[in-house]
């Protein structure tokens, strides 16, 4: 599967801990974008990243969030103290050459107990 | 803010039959307009797109038009399948924002045999 691809699928936690998701995008592609998707709205923009550089955060991102691409690859996602409020799906996209023109992954299904 | 929204939140066509899916946006800046399939549990699958200096673009059983007089876009499907049954989600963009896409809340697509 040559596609984006983000781990775990699903991630049930309790309020207060720690979570990290991962996106391997499509391989050739320098922009990765992470977005945050709720029940029966579209998804709304996190973070993206040109290469390993993060060049813009949405003010979603609060400081609890924390996004990384160490070598312009894969990237992580972080969540610190999680809230019932991030329950959300979250969603990596990559893009290469058209910037606009994204690619999505199946996403990860957070839950916060 | 601006945003992207849809008129319609379920439609529901018999097989067979053409369907239309509608869309309105107010951010007279949009210049890029993509239309994305989202299946349950997976993340959205681009379908078509059509830039602001074009009324209409078609791809296989699809076809986008983009009305900027009155900023409405609409996708049309031809002979719908029992697989088109999905949320479709608008999204528009701004040349020069880094392609972050705004979505707005969908329409879920129910094709009855």
């Known amino acids: 599967d040559t596609g984006v691809s983000q781990d775990p699928r699903h991630k049930i936690t309790k309020r207060g801990q720690n979570v990290t998701f991962r996106c391997d995008p499509i391989?050739?592609?320098?922009?990765l974008y992470w977005y945050r998707q709720t029940l029966g709205q579209g998804p709304e923009f996190l973070t993206y990243?040109?290469?390993?550089?993060?060049?813009?955060k949405s003010r979603l991102l609060s400081d609890r969030f924390s996004a990384e691409r160490p070598k312009g690859s894969f990237s992580t996602l972080e969540i610190q103290r999680t809230e019932q409020g991030d329950s959300a799906m979250y969603l990596c996209a990559s893009s290469f050459p058209r910037p606009e023109k994204l690619f999505f992954g199946s996403g990860t299904q957070l839950s916060v107990l | 803010g601006e945003s992207v929204g849809l008129h319609l939140p379920t439609l529901s066509v018999q097989e067979g039959d053409n369907s239309i899916i509608n869309c309105a946006y107010s951010?007279?800046?949009?210049?890029?307009f993509i239309w994305y399939k989202q299946e349950s549990g997976k993340g959205p699958q681009f379908i078509i797109d059509?830039?602001?200096?074009?009324d209409k673009r078609q791809g296989q059983r699809v076809t986008v038009l983009l009305n900027k007089t009155v900023k409405h876009l609409s996708l049309q499907i031809a002979a719908t399948q029992p697989g088109d049954s999905a949320v479709y989600f608008c999204a528009e963009t701004t040349s020069g924002t880094a392609s972050k896409l705004t979505f707005g809340t969908g329409t879920r697509l129910q094709v009855t045999l």
């Open positions: 391989s050739e592609h320098n922009r």
């Open positions: 059509i830039r602001s200096n074009m």
């Open positions: 951010n007279s800046a949009s210049d890029y």
């Open positions: 990243f040109q290469n390993e550089a993060q060049l813009e």
